[in-house]
Protein backbone atom coordinates (compact mmCIF):
# COMPACT_ATOMS: atom_id res chain seq x y z
CA UNK A 1 0.00 0.00 0.00
CA UNK A 2 1.38 3.57 -0.68
CA UNK A 3 0.12 6.02 1.64
CA UNK A 4 0.39 10.42 0.95
CA UNK A 5 0.42 13.02 4.16
CA UNK A 6 -0.49 15.96 3.36
CA UNK A 7 0.89 18.14 5.90
CA UNK A 8 4.15 19.36 7.24
CA UNK A 9 4.35 19.54 11.44
CA UNK A 10 4.17 17.34 14.52
CA UNK A 11 0.88 15.89 13.64
CA UNK A 12 2.10 14.97 10.21
CA UNK A 13 4.73 13.31 11.71
CA UNK A 14 2.87 11.63 14.74
CA UNK A 15 0.61 10.74 11.75
CA UNK A 16 3.01 9.52 9.41
CA UNK A 17 4.96 7.50 11.94
CA UNK A 18 1.58 5.63 12.85
CA UNK A 19 0.48 5.09 9.23
CA UNK A 20 4.22 3.37 8.81
CA UNK A 21 3.88 1.03 11.88
CA UNK A 22 0.46 -0.36 10.53
CA UNK A 23 1.08 -4.71 9.59
CA UNK A 24 1.07 -3.79 5.99
CA UNK A 25 3.97 -1.59 6.71
CA UNK A 26 2.72 0.59 3.71
CA UNK A 27 5.13 3.04 1.46
CA UNK A 28 4.64 6.59 3.33
CA UNK A 29 5.03 9.39 0.94
CA UNK A 30 4.55 13.12 1.95
CA UNK A 31 3.61 16.42 1.09
CA UNK A 32 5.23 19.15 1.21
CA UNK A 33 6.73 17.19 4.22
CA UNK A 34 9.90 18.02 6.48
CA UNK A 35 13.19 17.18 7.63
CA UNK A 36 12.20 15.30 10.18
CA UNK A 37 9.44 13.28 8.49
CA UNK A 38 11.53 12.58 5.82
CA UNK A 39 13.20 10.09 7.68
CA UNK A 40 10.14 8.20 7.20
CA UNK A 41 8.60 9.38 4.01
CA UNK A 42 9.53 9.80 0.55
CA UNK A 43 8.80 13.36 -0.92
CA UNK A 44 5.97 13.94 -3.56
CA UNK A 45 7.34 16.70 -5.64
CA UNK A 46 5.12 18.73 -6.57
CA UNK A 47 4.28 22.86 -6.81
CA UNK A 48 0.31 22.93 -5.58
CA UNK A 49 -2.99 20.87 -5.77
CA UNK A 50 -3.08 20.26 -9.20
CA UNK A 51 0.90 18.66 -9.95
CA UNK A 52 0.35 16.99 -6.27
CA UNK A 53 -2.55 15.26 -7.83
CA UNK A 54 -0.65 14.39 -10.94
CA UNK A 55 2.23 13.12 -9.10
CA UNK A 56 -0.23 10.97 -6.62
CA UNK A 57 -1.47 9.23 -9.63
CA UNK A 58 2.04 8.54 -11.29
CA UNK A 59 2.97 7.25 -7.99
CA UNK A 60 0.24 4.89 -7.74
CA UNK A 61 -0.55 6.39 -4.43
CA UNK A 62 -3.63 3.87 -2.44
CA UNK A 63 -4.59 6.04 -0.24
CA UNK A 64 -4.35 10.27 0.70
CA UNK A 65 -4.43 11.66 4.45
CA UNK A 66 -5.21 15.01 5.08
CA UNK A 67 -3.81 16.24 7.79
CA UNK A 68 -2.95 20.01 7.35
CA UNK A 69 -6.46 21.78 7.28
CA UNK A 70 -5.57 24.51 4.91
CA UNK A 71 -5.22 21.79 1.84
CA UNK A 72 -9.26 20.64 2.37
CA UNK A 73 -10.15 23.82 1.46
CA UNK A 74 -7.73 25.41 -0.91
CA UNK A 75 -8.63 25.35 -4.87
CA UNK A 76 -11.10 22.87 -5.21
CA UNK A 77 -10.14 21.63 -2.00
CA UNK A 78 -7.59 18.53 -1.70
CA UNK A 79 -10.71 15.45 -1.02
CA UNK A 80 -12.64 16.40 -4.24
CA UNK A 81 -9.55 16.73 -6.18
CA UNK A 82 -8.58 13.01 -4.87
CA UNK A 83 -12.26 11.34 -6.08
CA UNK A 84 -12.39 12.81 -9.32
CA UNK A 85 -8.70 11.22 -9.78
CA UNK A 86 -10.39 7.94 -8.32
CA UNK A 87 -8.00 8.53 -4.96
CA UNK A 88 -9.08 7.19 -1.97
CA UNK A 89 -8.59 10.32 0.70
CA UNK A 90 -9.37 10.03 4.01
CA UNK A 91 -10.38 13.77 4.61
CA UNK A 92 -13.65 15.53 4.43
CA UNK A 93 -14.53 17.68 1.00
CA UNK A 94 -14.14 20.88 0.81
CA UNK A 95 -18.13 21.76 1.04
CA UNK A 96 -17.86 19.91 4.67
CA UNK A 97 -14.65 21.16 5.60
CA UNK A 98 -16.72 24.50 5.73
CA UNK A 99 -17.36 23.75 9.45
CA UNK A 100 -13.91 24.72 10.41
CA UNK A 101 -12.99 27.14 7.13
CA UNK A 102 -16.19 29.16 8.34
CA UNK A 103 -16.78 29.78 12.20
CA UNK A 104 -20.07 31.06 11.16
CA UNK A 105 -20.82 28.29 8.89
CA UNK A 106 -20.20 25.81 12.25
CA UNK A 107 -22.46 28.01 14.43
CA UNK A 108 -25.65 28.27 11.85
CA UNK A 109 -24.87 24.22 11.64
CA UNK A 110 -24.60 23.47 15.29
CA UNK A 111 -28.01 25.70 15.56
CA UNK A 112 -29.70 24.06 12.64
CA UNK A 113 -29.38 20.75 14.39
CA UNK A 114 -30.00 21.60 17.73
CA UNK A 115 -26.68 20.46 19.17
CA UNK A 116 -25.42 22.34 22.39
CA UNK A 117 -23.29 25.38 21.46
CA UNK A 118 -22.54 29.18 22.95
CA UNK A 119 -24.96 31.89 21.38
CA UNK A 120 -23.07 34.06 18.92
CA UNK A 121 -23.79 37.18 15.90
CA UNK A 122 -21.47 37.59 13.46
CA UNK A 123 -20.33 41.08 12.42
CA UNK A 124 -18.56 42.38 9.54
CA UNK A 125 -17.00 45.33 11.20
CA UNK A 126 -15.14 47.34 13.89
CA UNK A 127 -18.65 48.83 15.14
CA UNK A 128 -20.73 46.31 14.82
CA UNK A 129 -18.55 43.90 16.97
CA UNK A 130 -18.59 46.29 19.61
CA UNK A 131 -22.41 46.93 19.62
CA UNK A 132 -22.77 43.08 19.56
CA UNK A 133 -20.23 42.79 22.40
CA UNK A 134 -22.46 45.66 23.98
CA UNK A 135 -20.51 45.70 27.46
CA UNK A 136 -20.16 42.50 28.16
CA UNK A 137 -17.22 40.93 29.88
CA UNK A 138 -15.58 38.49 29.36
CA UNK A 139 -16.28 37.73 25.48
CA UNK A 140 -15.24 35.25 23.10
CA UNK A 141 -14.16 36.72 19.42
CA UNK A 142 -13.76 34.35 16.83
CA UNK A 143 -12.32 34.95 13.34
CA UNK A 144 -14.71 33.60 11.01
CA UNK A 145 -11.92 31.63 9.01
CA UNK A 146 -8.71 29.86 9.25
CA UNK A 147 -5.99 31.55 11.49
CA UNK A 148 -3.73 28.79 12.50
CA UNK A 149 -5.44 28.22 15.51
CA UNK A 150 -4.74 31.94 16.54
CA UNK A 151 -8.36 33.89 15.41
CA UNK A 152 -9.30 33.25 18.79
CA UNK A 153 -9.25 36.06 21.66
CA UNK A 154 -11.27 35.34 25.25
CA UNK A 155 -11.54 39.53 26.22
CA UNK A 156 -11.38 39.75 29.69
CA UNK A 157 -12.47 43.67 29.67
CA UNK A 158 -13.10 46.60 26.73
CA UNK A 159 -9.26 47.16 26.33
CA UNK A 160 -8.59 43.36 25.15
CA UNK A 161 -11.41 42.96 22.50
CA UNK A 162 -10.42 46.57 21.19
CA UNK A 163 -7.26 45.43 20.62
CA UNK A 164 -8.01 42.23 18.78
CA UNK A 165 -10.77 44.01 17.01
CA UNK A 166 -8.02 46.43 15.59
CA UNK A 167 -6.21 43.29 14.51
CA UNK A 168 -9.08 41.55 12.44
CA UNK A 169 -10.61 44.78 11.05
CA UNK A 170 -8.16 47.29 11.29
CA UNK A 171 -4.44 45.44 10.54
CA UNK A 172 -6.27 42.91 8.62
CA UNK A 173 -4.12 40.25 10.61
CA UNK A 174 -5.49 37.02 9.42
CA UNK A 175 -6.76 38.83 5.81
CA UNK A 176 -10.39 39.25 5.06
CA UNK A 177 -12.86 37.87 6.58
CA UNK A 178 -16.23 38.35 9.27
CA UNK A 179 -16.48 37.65 13.07
CA UNK A 180 -18.15 35.88 15.71
CA UNK A 181 -18.97 37.62 18.88
CA UNK A 182 -19.61 34.88 21.16
CA UNK A 183 -21.25 33.95 24.89
CA UNK A 184 -18.41 33.59 27.00
CA UNK A 185 -18.66 29.74 28.38
CA UNK A 186 -16.88 28.23 31.94
CA UNK A 187 -16.04 24.81 32.70
CA UNK A 188 -13.09 22.57 31.79
CA UNK A 189 -12.51 22.03 28.32
CA UNK A 190 -12.10 18.04 26.53
CA UNK A 191 -10.79 17.30 22.92
CA UNK A 192 -13.16 14.62 21.70
CA UNK A 193 -12.07 13.23 18.15
CA UNK A 194 -14.24 11.27 15.29
CA UNK A 195 -13.31 9.04 12.74
CA UNK A 196 -16.38 9.46 10.50
CA UNK A 197 -17.25 7.18 7.88
CA UNK A 198 -20.68 8.47 6.12
CA UNK A 199 -23.68 7.82 8.55
CA UNK A 200 -21.42 5.73 10.78
CA UNK A 201 -18.54 7.21 13.75
CA UNK A 202 -15.81 6.03 15.75
CA UNK A 203 -15.23 8.25 19.20
CA UNK A 204 -11.06 8.21 19.35
CA UNK A 205 -8.83 8.69 22.66
CA UNK A 206 -10.05 12.01 24.10
CA UNK A 207 -7.50 14.44 24.59
CA UNK A 208 -6.46 18.01 26.20
CA UNK A 209 -4.84 20.64 25.22
CA UNK A 210 -3.25 24.02 26.54
CA UNK A 211 -4.17 26.88 24.76
CA UNK A 212 -2.50 29.89 26.32
CA UNK A 213 1.38 30.55 26.06
CA UNK A 214 2.18 30.38 30.08
CA UNK A 215 1.58 28.70 33.01
CA UNK A 216 -1.81 28.74 34.71
CA UNK A 217 -3.52 29.17 31.63
CA UNK A 218 -2.19 33.06 31.09
CA UNK A 219 -0.76 34.80 27.97
CA UNK A 220 -2.01 34.79 24.68
CA UNK A 221 -3.50 32.62 22.86
CA UNK A 222 -1.57 30.03 20.58
CA UNK A 223 -1.71 26.80 18.54
CA UNK A 224 -1.58 24.97 21.77
CA UNK A 225 1.50 24.53 23.88
CA UNK A 226 0.85 20.93 25.00
CA UNK A 227 -1.80 18.17 25.55
CA UNK A 228 -2.94 15.09 27.87
CA UNK A 229 -4.58 11.86 25.91
CA UNK A 230 -5.96 8.87 27.95
CA UNK A 231 -9.17 6.83 27.56
CA UNK A 232 -9.33 7.58 31.31
CA UNK A 233 -9.84 11.68 30.74
CA UNK A 234 -13.88 10.89 30.24
CA UNK A 235 -15.75 8.60 32.05
CA UNK A 236 -18.39 6.31 30.77
CA UNK A 237 -21.35 8.56 31.58
CA UNK A 238 -19.58 11.51 30.10
CA UNK A 239 -18.48 10.24 26.89
CA UNK A 240 -22.04 8.85 26.22
CA UNK A 241 -24.11 12.14 27.02
CA UNK A 242 -21.11 13.78 24.57
CA UNK A 243 -22.15 11.31 22.15
CA UNK A 244 -25.61 10.75 22.32
CA UNK A 245 -25.96 15.28 22.28
CA UNK A 246 -23.11 16.16 20.23
CA UNK A 247 -21.31 13.15 17.97
CA UNK A 248 -24.23 11.31 16.74
CA UNK A 249 -26.37 14.93 16.32
CA UNK A 250 -23.25 16.11 14.08
CA UNK A 251 -23.24 12.95 12.11
CA UNK A 252 -26.61 12.95 11.19
CA UNK A 253 -26.89 16.69 10.58
CA UNK A 254 -23.92 16.35 8.11
CA UNK A 255 -25.93 13.56 5.99
CA UNK A 256 -29.04 15.45 6.27
CA UNK A 257 -27.29 18.32 4.80
CA UNK A 258 -26.00 16.58 1.90
CA UNK A 259 -22.23 17.03 3.38
CA UNK A 260 -20.08 14.09 2.60
CA UNK A 261 -17.80 13.36 5.87
CA UNK A 262 -15.12 10.75 5.40
CA UNK A 263 -12.24 11.72 7.63
CA UNK A 264 -11.10 12.99 11.39
CA UNK A 265 -13.67 15.56 13.20
CA UNK A 266 -12.44 17.54 15.90
CA UNK A 267 -14.86 18.35 18.22
CA UNK A 268 -13.47 21.15 20.82
CA UNK A 269 -16.05 20.81 23.88
CA UNK A 270 -16.37 22.91 27.03
CA UNK A 271 -17.69 21.30 30.00
CA UNK A 272 -20.34 23.75 31.30
CA UNK A 273 -22.14 23.42 34.21
CA UNK A 274 -25.50 23.29 31.72
CA UNK A 275 -23.39 20.26 30.18
CA UNK A 276 -20.79 19.76 27.25
CA UNK A 277 -20.82 22.30 24.44
CA UNK A 278 -19.10 23.16 21.12
CA UNK A 279 -16.40 25.38 21.07
CA UNK A 280 -15.49 24.52 17.21
CA UNK A 281 -15.05 21.89 15.06
CA UNK A 282 -11.93 21.11 13.01
CA UNK A 283 -12.04 18.86 10.08
CA UNK A 284 -8.94 16.75 10.88
CA UNK A 285 -6.81 15.66 13.81
CA UNK A 286 -6.05 18.66 16.38
CA UNK A 287 -2.52 19.32 16.97
CA UNK A 288 -0.94 19.07 19.79
CA UNK A 289 -3.50 16.48 20.58
CA UNK A 290 -2.61 13.85 17.66
CA UNK A 291 1.52 14.33 18.97
CA UNK A 292 0.08 12.84 22.52
CA UNK A 293 -2.80 10.17 20.57
CA UNK A 294 -1.22 8.72 18.34
CA UNK A 295 1.62 7.09 20.24
CA UNK A 296 -1.22 5.15 22.41
CA UNK A 297 -3.26 3.72 18.93
CA UNK A 298 -2.83 -0.07 18.78
CA UNK A 299 -3.60 -2.10 15.39
CA UNK A 300 -4.24 -1.27 11.99
CA UNK A 301 -4.41 2.81 10.98
CA UNK A 302 -3.53 2.36 7.40
CA UNK A 303 -6.05 -0.22 7.15
CA UNK A 304 -8.65 1.67 8.75
CA UNK A 305 -8.21 5.04 7.03
CA UNK A 306 -8.15 3.18 3.72
CA UNK A 307 -11.24 1.35 4.55
CA UNK A 308 -13.11 4.16 5.65
CA UNK A 309 -12.04 6.70 2.41
CA UNK A 310 -13.56 3.84 0.34
CA UNK A 311 -16.99 4.11 2.41
CA UNK A 312 -16.14 0.95 4.44
CA UNK A 313 -16.34 1.37 8.38
CA UNK A 314 -14.11 -1.19 9.93
CA UNK A 315 -13.36 0.32 13.77
CA UNK A 316 -12.33 -3.22 15.16
CA UNK A 317 -8.88 -2.59 13.43
CA UNK A 318 -7.42 -0.04 15.50
CA UNK A 319 -8.25 0.13 19.24
CA UNK A 320 -6.34 2.61 22.05
CA UNK A 321 -4.01 1.89 24.77
CA UNK A 322 -5.64 2.42 28.54
CA UNK A 323 -2.63 4.69 30.35
CA UNK A 324 -1.79 8.33 29.51
CA UNK A 325 0.72 10.20 26.96
CA UNK A 326 1.27 13.65 27.94
CA UNK A 327 2.77 16.08 25.35
CA UNK A 328 5.47 19.26 26.16
CA UNK A 329 5.12 22.01 23.34
CA UNK A 330 8.82 23.81 23.26
CA UNK A 331 8.15 27.43 21.25
CA UNK A 332 10.58 29.33 20.03
CA UNK A 333 11.20 33.35 20.35
CA UNK A 334 8.29 35.64 20.02
CA UNK A 335 5.78 33.19 19.49
CA UNK A 336 2.46 33.14 18.87
CA UNK A 337 3.03 37.35 17.79
CA UNK A 338 6.43 36.14 15.78
CA UNK A 339 8.53 32.83 15.39
CA UNK A 340 12.28 32.73 15.20
CA UNK A 341 14.82 30.18 13.09
CA UNK A 342 18.12 29.17 12.57
CA UNK A 343 18.43 28.74 16.29
CA UNK A 344 20.46 25.63 16.99
CA UNK A 345 18.41 22.92 19.30
CA UNK A 346 20.59 21.38 22.09
CA UNK A 347 19.73 17.79 23.98
CA UNK A 348 17.76 16.21 21.30
CA UNK A 349 20.34 12.87 21.69
CA UNK A 350 19.59 12.71 25.49
CA UNK A 351 15.90 12.84 25.27
CA UNK A 352 14.71 9.88 26.18
CA UNK A 353 11.30 10.55 25.17
CA UNK A 354 9.25 10.35 21.63
CA UNK A 355 9.94 13.57 19.55
CA UNK A 356 7.68 15.40 16.96
CA UNK A 357 9.43 18.10 14.83
CA UNK A 358 6.76 20.72 14.59
CA UNK A 359 8.76 23.30 13.10
CA UNK A 360 12.49 22.47 12.32
CA UNK A 361 15.23 22.06 10.08
CA UNK A 362 18.07 19.84 9.32
CA UNK A 363 21.53 21.74 8.80
CA UNK A 364 25.26 20.35 8.92
CA UNK A 365 25.46 22.49 12.32
CA UNK A 366 22.18 19.69 13.73
CA UNK A 367 18.63 20.64 13.73
CA UNK A 368 17.51 24.23 14.63
CA UNK A 369 14.34 25.91 14.84
CA UNK A 370 12.23 26.98 11.58
CA UNK A 371 8.61 27.73 12.66
CA UNK A 372 6.38 28.97 16.14
CA UNK A 373 5.77 25.87 17.99
CA UNK A 374 9.65 24.00 17.17
CA UNK A 375 9.21 20.68 18.92
CA UNK A 376 6.51 18.34 20.90
CA UNK A 377 8.11 15.84 23.53
CA UNK A 378 5.66 13.55 24.23
CA UNK A 379 5.99 10.50 26.97
CA UNK A 380 3.37 7.44 27.78
CA UNK A 381 3.02 5.71 30.87
CA UNK A 382 0.33 3.66 33.10
CA UNK A 383 -0.96 6.83 34.98
CA UNK A 384 -1.13 10.16 34.91
CA UNK A 385 1.22 11.20 36.92
CA UNK A 386 4.33 9.11 35.94
CA UNK A 387 3.20 10.38 32.57
CA UNK A 388 3.61 13.63 33.23
CA UNK A 389 6.61 13.63 35.33
CA UNK A 390 8.36 11.64 32.37
CA UNK A 391 7.06 14.12 30.34
CA UNK A 392 8.47 17.29 31.76
CA UNK A 393 11.81 15.58 32.66
CA UNK A 394 12.61 14.75 29.10
CA UNK A 395 11.35 17.95 27.85
CA UNK A 396 13.68 19.74 30.11
CA UNK A 397 16.71 18.05 28.29
CA UNK A 398 15.95 20.14 25.53
CA UNK A 399 16.57 23.30 24.81
CA UNK A 400 17.71 26.28 22.32
CA UNK A 401 18.12 29.73 22.75
CA UNK A 402 14.28 31.73 23.06
CA UNK A 403 12.72 28.35 24.18
CA UNK A 404 9.16 28.77 25.87
CA UNK A 405 7.71 25.87 27.50
CA UNK A 406 4.51 25.56 29.89
CA UNK A 407 5.47 23.37 33.25
CA UNK A 408 2.06 22.56 34.14
CA UNK A 409 1.27 20.65 31.10
CA UNK A 410 -1.34 17.61 32.46
CA UNK A 411 -1.04 19.34 35.95
CA UNK A 412 -3.10 22.35 35.51
CA UNK A 413 -7.46 21.30 34.46
CA UNK A 414 -6.69 17.48 35.54
Not at 218 to 224: A, L, M, R, Y
Amino acid sequence: MKIAVIGKGGREQALVETLAASPCKPEIYTFPGSDAILQTATPIQADGLGSLIEQMKALGIDLCVAGEESYLVKGEGLANCCHAAGIPCWGPTKQSAQLEASKEFAKDFLVRHNIPTGKATAVADYDAALAAIGGQYPTVLKFDGLAAGKGVAVCADAAAAEDFLREVFLEKRFGEGRLLVEEFLTGPEISIFGAICDDKYLILCPARDYKRLQDGDEGPNTGGMGAVASRQLADAALLKTIEDTIVAPTVAGLQQDGLPYRGFLYFGLMLTPQGPKVIEYNCRFGDPECEAVMPLLRGDLAGFCLNGAKGVFTPELISFDDGWSVCCILASAGYPASSHSGDLIRGLDACGARVFHCGTKKTDAGWVTNGGRVLAIVAQAPTLDAARTLAHAEAAKVDFDGSQRRSDIAYKNM
